[in-house]
């Protein structure tokens, strides 16, 4: 059984700095398409960043580009988000996902990356960005 456990959210202000982790089990991440996606209230699930199996190729939103590293471990089975000069728009509810294909790497430049892309899920942690 797969299971994802997102780890490292929290309350920090305007400008400061959070990583995220997320531990798995019952899948060798290794072989998986790894990715964070978030959700602010009221609003729908959107994709923040992949990171791909075979040759580690990594996509963004525009909107954390330059922010956002996302990386991965995979002898720990551990996928990390480092997320730097938060804003307040960075609020919101994050969710670890994998699959064992991920979206097709074009569909990130047509902004046609989905939750229905990625099969198993993370319970979410929250990120609340606030002076």
């Known amino acids: 059984q797969v299971q994802l456990v997102e780890s490292g959210g929290g309350s920090v202000e305007p400008g400061g700095s959070l990583l995220l982790s997320c531990a798995a089990s019952g899948v060798t991440t290794a072989w998986y398409c790894m990715g964070w996606f978030r959700q602010a209230p009221g609003k729908q699930r959107e994709p923040v960043a992949h990171?791909?199996?075979?040759?580690?190729?990594?996509f963004y939103a525009d909107s954390v580009k330059g922010r956002f590293t996302i990386s991965r471990n995979n002898a720990k089975k551990t996928t990390y988000l480092q997320m730097n000069n938060l804003k307040p728009e960075d609020t919101g509810m994050y969710y670890c996902?994998?699959?064992?294909?991920?979206?097709?790497?074009?569909?990130?430049?047509?902004?046609?990356?989905?939750?229905?892309?990625?099969?198993?899920w993370g319970q979410g942690t929250q990120v609340t960005v606030s002076s």
């Open positions: 990171i791909y199996a075979v040759n580690g190729q990594t």
């Open positions: 996902a994998a699959d064992s294909e991920g979206p097709h790497p074009g569909s990130w430049a047509l902004g046609l990356v989905e939750e229905k892309d990625f099969k198993y």
